[in-house]
Each structure stands twice: as C-alpha cells, then as structure tokens.
C-alpha cells in the first residue's frame, strides 16, 4: 500500500468513527491531512463521513486549487488551509459538531478549567474561537487567534477543530474534547467542580516531557499581575487554564457553582435581557415536590 493509499484509508476512517459516535450528522464534518510538503488531501464536499470510499478524496495544492479528484474540496477548505500555514508542524486537521462539547460553543463556555490531569498534559486548555460565518473567509480569521498555541478549539455556535501529527491523532482530540465537555456538564450538573490548584498544575505541565507530549505552547496562568492592574496572558502563545491558588495542603480547590448564579464564562442574561436562575437536577426536584405537596 502506497502512502497516499493508507492516508486515504485512515481519512475514511475517522470519517466513519466520526459518523458512529454522532461527532457529525448528515454531511457534516470535514478532515485533511498534508501529502508531501505542497499538497493535501482533503474530504469532498456534501459527502456524509461515515459512507466515504477512498476514490472520493480531492487533492490540492496549500493555496486551496484542486489538483485531483472527481468531486470539489470540502467548503470549510479556508479554515485547513489557515491551520497548515500557521501550523507547519500539523499534519492533519479534524472538524466535526460534537454535540456536548459544541453545547459548551454554543453557551459561549469554553473548556478551559483545570478539571481533568489527562487534558492538561495534552491538549492544556480548549478555548472558543468567535463566531464566523462557515465557509467564508471569517473562519480562518477567527481560528488564526487559537491555532499557534492550541491543538483543540471550539468554534463559537459551530463545533470544534482538532490538529495532529496524523489523522489519527487529530482524532483522537476531538474525543478527548467531547470526553472532557461531558464529565465537566456532569459535574455543574451536580453543583460543583473540584478545580486542580495551581502548582499541581505546573507539576502536570512538567510531566508533559516525560510522556513525550510536544505541546504547541506553555500553560499559563488565567491572569497574571501588571503593576496595580490585571492582564490576561496572550492566546495566542499561551495556553490559559483557569486554576485557583492553593492552600498548600490539598491539590484540589472546591469550586461549588452557586444556584442562580451564572455558570462561568458563561452570560446570566436571557434573550430579553432577564437573569437566567440555574438549579442544579437535585434542587429541582424539590422545588417541584414542594409544588406537588402545595397543591394537596
């Protein structure tokens, strides 16, 4: 098997993947890998992922032109092509609508907090670009700010958008992604988030060497001190983890999400500019038995 034949397998792949664990609906979803230095081979457009054959793949030179290929390139082309001339390093690029983690897109929360070890030491924080109109040049625009420091983001009321060494790999992260929105919307479910502290997350941040992890940027700090003033660190070369100061004693910071309160980095106001009131599934329920036992 040729190297063109295998990356064409493996595109066809993780399409299917994609397809069965329901990342993507209808013909949804997009994925490239780099063929050589100056070519790419790309999904076709209004194509569903997981019923693709390898003869569908296009081919095209980094300036988008289609070189190969009875059908046309995937219309979120401008978005893989930004990612490859930011990012020589990427080899392959995964878009898909996961449908947890584009919730979190969707509610403006990006995936940012030192909750799990295991996406600290590989993906570090998942931050959310702004909103672009898909297919368009505002898309490249809006993933440029995230590319260089991150390799997973979410795409503000669209998806998520994964890089990697190989399809396979760039994979992998959009269900790390998923993975990690779905225990995070469990446990605010639940009433709280027990945050790793801050030098524990440096120490999971020095163990990314010893696992081999070759990290796109550094962590930092979600705010750092200027003077009397405070500034956040810059996306772009900074991976930013929101994580709260120790006591010294425990690792672990409870991060209780108040009744009513807004989830963070999320907005309180509703479409009428009312507060929104969240309740936890537990407070709910007594509200609602409360109710129940009035009415006797």
Sequence with gaps: MTVESQLRADIVEVGRRMYARGYTASNDGNISVRLGDDRL??????????????????????????????????????????????????????????????????????????????????????????????????????????????????????????????????????????????????????????LIARDEVDRLQALRNNYGIKAPAPICPDVTAVGDLLAGPDPVTCQIVQAPEGDGRSRLVPDPIVPGAPLPNATAAGPDGDEEIRLTYRELSALIEDAIRSLK
Aim: hydrophobic share 40%; charged share 20%; proline share 6%.
């Design 41 to 194: 081979l790309m999904t076709p457009r209004s194509v569903c992922k997981g019923f693709m054959t390898p003869d569908m793949m296009c081919i095209t030179d980094l300036d988008g032109k289609k070189l190969q290929g009875d059908r046309d390139p995937s219309s979120e082309m401008l978005m893989h092509l930004e990612v490859y001339r930011q990012r020589p390093d990427v080899r392959a690029v995964c878009h898909a609508h996961p449908p947890i983690a584009t919730g979190f897109a969707v509610a403006g929360i990006p995936l940012d907090r030192a909750v799990l070890a295991e996406v600290l030491t590989t993906l570090g924080s998942i931050p959310i670009a702004e909103y672009a109109t898909p297919s368009t040049s505002e898309l490249p625009a809006a993933v440029r700010k995230y590319v260089k420091a991150h390799d997973g983001m979410l795409l503000a009321n669209h998806g998520a958008l994964t890089l990697g060494g190989d399809v396979l790999s760039a994979y992998y992260k959009l269900e790390t992604i998923e993975h990690f929105a779905k225990i995070s919307l469990v446990a605010r479910l639940l009433g709280r988030e027990n």
